[in-house]
Structures are given as structure tokens and as C-alpha cells.
């Protein structure tokens, strides 16, 4: 049995398809793990999110900001952006199975065996590991409880920095901005959700990537997330980054988890839209 974790798809199934071969990848025996926005962008979503679903107790998935706007369009609480391709999924004979599966997937999952962790961009540097499955399960709670409601209120940028004694809309909206929107952090542990960059550029210079802020609270388990195209493939002791960018003609990357000093394992991308 093998343990690998797989980067944001975007709607590129065939290129999914490929990596899983490159693997040789066997649901009866593998496992999977996916850092989320398997929707979107690409030409292929409806594809992927089948594939995927179709995978059983083989796949596990957390949510990304793609994944829950796919959900929000499907609520009629966002509207389809020029660059979304979501319309096949809206219009499938199977849509409301598929989105029902989406909208059970969590935000966080851990495997404390393997001292793992996996989300799609980030953890707040506040938050221990506790605090953020505690903030993971209430976020969940409150999308399978009533996600018309949640999504009414959910869009927004601020607050930006946590306090434990945030509640309603904005508690909601800080803990989803962190698990599916974070890359940097200003010096005082705030979000900065507006910057998208490579770490290396100029303009990020004041600010921090978010597994870089001094004295963050979360460190322990190895955390896997992805989200961050710009940033690309990176591993430390306390991270996997496996965003390399498939939807805009990257690649598509897996690291085995289970195995020390695994290497990736990529398929080039074709690319279907412009960075």
C-alpha cells in the first residue's frame, strides 16, 4: 500500500489520468490524497470530480476555494466568472450527486499515525493543531447545515487576523479564508489574501508566507496543502507545497507520503488558460 498526495487538478482529468498511470496507481491497494480545487479552469471538471468521487475510500479530499464556488453557483449565491468551467457539472444528469458528495468533503484531515496534515492553502499562525480541527468541523457543520445561508455570508477578505472570540459570519469567514485562500502573513500573523506572487518577487518582500511566520502555533505534524501556483513544489520538514501550476501549463505533481525521501512525480500540462 502506498499513501500518495496529489496537487490541484483544476478540471485537468486526462493529465489526472496519466499521473495516476506514472504511479500505477491501484484504488484496491493505494490511497490518495487530495489537496483540493479538483474543479475548474480546466476542460474537464465534470470528468475529474466523477473520477474522483468514483475512487471510494481510496480518495480523500478537502475542500478548495474552487470547489466551494462550484457549490455557491450551484446555490445561486455567486455567479459563473468568464474564466469558470463549471457548466458541464451544473448541467449533468448526476450534478446533485456529485455536488452532495463535494459539499460532505472536509476542509482538514489528518493522518496522526503518519503525523500528517492536509488542507488546501493554509493554517492560521494563532491556531494549534487542535484549534484548527476544532475550526475545520465547525465551518463543515455549518456548510452541511445550511450552505445557502453560509454562502450568502462567506465572501469577504476581512477580519484578518483571528481572535477567539470571533463569531458568526466573520468566524466562519476568517477559518474559510485560511483552509482555502492563505498564502502570506504580515508581521503581526494577519492575512494578506490579496498577494498571489512567487516568494521570490519584490513586491512580497514585506510580507511572510504563511508556514514561515515566526512563532506560529500549528507546527507538528508535516502539512500538505496546495493552492500556490506561483510558489510551485516545495518540502521541509513542516510542509509539502504541491501546486505546480497544471491548469496554466505546469505540471501536475504526487509525492508518495508514506515512504521517506520520495521524490514527485509529475506530468507535464498542457495549459488551458493564461497566469
Known amino acids: 500500500m ?40 480546466g476542460p474537464e471538471s465534470l470528468q475529474t470530480l466523477r473520477r474522483v468521487r468514483a475512487l471510494g ?34 448541467a449533468a444528469p448526476d450534478r446533485e450527486a ?9 476542509l482538514l484531515h489528518e493522518d496522526q499515525a503518519l503525523n500528517l496534515c ?36 462567506m465572501y469577504g477578505d476581512e477580519p484578518s487576523r483571528w481572535d477567539e472570540r470571533l463569531a458568526g459570519a466573520e468566524r466562519l469567514r476568517f477559518i474559510v479564508n ?4 492563505l498564502r502570506y502573513v504580515d508581521a503581526d500573523g494577519r492575512l494578506a489574501l490579496r498577494t498571489k506572487g512567487s516568494p521570490k518577487k519584490a513586491q512580497t518582500k514585506s510580507l511572510i508566507p504563511w508556514f514561515e511566520a515566526a512563532g ?13 501556483s506561483t510558489l510551485g513544489f516545495f518540502s521541509n520538514s513542516n510542509v509539502v507545497s504541491l501546486d505546480t ?8 505533481t504526487a509525492l508518495r507520503l508514506d515512504a521517506a525521501g520520495a ?7 498542457k495549459g488551458f488558460t493564461v497566469p
Open 2 to 41: 502506498a499513501l500518495y498526495a496529489i496537487g490541484d487538478i483544476q478540471g485537468c482529468d486526462a493529465e489526472l489520468g496519466a499521473l495516476l498511470r506514472v504511479l500505477k496507481f491501484s484504488a484496491d491497494r493505494d490511497r490518495l490524497w487530495f489537496v483540493g480545487d479538483l474543479v475548474n479552469r
Open 245 to 252: 501550476g497544471c491548469v496554466w501549463g505546469g505540471s501536475l
Open 118 to 153: 492536509l488542507v488546501h492553502a493554509g493554517l492560521a499562525p494563532q491556531w494549534d493543531i487542535a484549534t484548527a480541527r476544532a475550526c475545520a468541523r465547525e465551518f463543515e457543520h455549518a456548510l452541511q447545515k445550511n450552505p445557502q445561508r453560509l454562502f450568502e455570508q
Open 57 to 90: 475510500e481510496a480518495a480523500t479530499v478537502v475542500l478548495g476555494n474552487h470547489d466551494l464556488h462550484l457549490l455557491a453557483v450551484a446555490l445561486g449565491q455567486a455567479r459563473i466568472r468568464s474564466d469558470d468551467t463549471l457548466e458541464d457539472i451544473l
Open 216 to 228: 506560529a502555533c500549528w507546527h507538528g505534524p508535516r502539512v500538505v496543502f496546495g493552492h500556490w
Open 98 to 106: 456529485l455536488l452532495e458528495w463535494l459539499m460532505h468533503r472536509p
Open 263 to 269: 521524490e514527485p512525480a509529475q506530468v507535464d500540462c
Open 178 to 181: 485560511c483552509f482555502t485562500r
